[in-house]
């Protein structure tokens, strides 16, 4: 049975929407704390000469990827205070990395975030990644204003009664292959060693 044929009752809901339609915080009290993990992706399209600008650092405003990252490690602890219905919680870990792609013209950001608790953190880490974005965005727009913030989405969140979910790796990076970070490459604001699937 298709799940748009079964009754009514049988449907998933909403979480976020009672009974009568209006919007609500999920009571979470019930459910245990586990290890929680979500990452996200998002990507800014800008053109060549503008990521040339951005990688060499000689942009008015500075060192646009690190205010960048700093910026989505920022706004991943505020969510709760920008999503109405998102609950408050402790991360245990917040990490965001903006990788430049010179073949597909574009900076890649992911974030990833984590908590001990009861209920998840795939907002904290889409918020990070579009905050992210967005402040890549407000550097560069001096230089360029076509420049697109495209993509947010999750990859992956483990933990709750739900467990693991991935996506898939096709749809990941719809335009170009994946890069893959090498040695010396800016990872999370400094030089770094790439660790085998990492």
Do not use: F
């Not at 219905?85 to 245990?92: F, S, Y």
């Not at 965005?137 to 739900?162: F, I, T």
């Amino acid at each position: 049975m298709d799940r748009n044929d079964a009754p009514r009752a049988e449907r998933r809901r909403l979480t976020h929407v009672d009974r009568g339609g209006r919007p609500r915080m999920v009571d979470v009290s019930a459910k245990p704390a586990t290890a929680r993990r979500a990452v996200a992706e998002a990507e800014v399209a800008v053109g060549a000469e503008t990521l040339s600008m951005v990688i060499d650092g000689g942009g008015a405003k500075g060192d646009v990827l690190t205010v960048a990252e700093l910026a989505g490690v920022m706004g991943g602890k505020r969510t709760s205070e920008l999503i109405p219905l998102c609950h408050p919680i402790a991360l245990t870990d917040l990490v965001v990395s903006i990788i430049p792609d010179r073949v597909a013209s574009c900076l890649r950001i992911r974030a990833e975030a984590a908590t001990i608790g009861p209920t998840g953190v795939e907002m904290e880490a889409m918020t990070a990644a579009a905050v992210a974005a967005l402040t890549v965005y407000d550097m560069v727009k001096g230089v360029e204003r076509g420049v697109q913030v495209r993509n947010l989405r999750l990859v992956s969140k483990s933990g709750g009664n739900s467990g693991e979910w991935h996506r898939p790796p096709e749809t990941q990076y719809p335009d170009a292959a994946r890069p893959r970070p090498k040695p010396g490459d800016r990872i999370a604001g400094r030089v770094g060693r790439h660790k085998p699937g990492g």
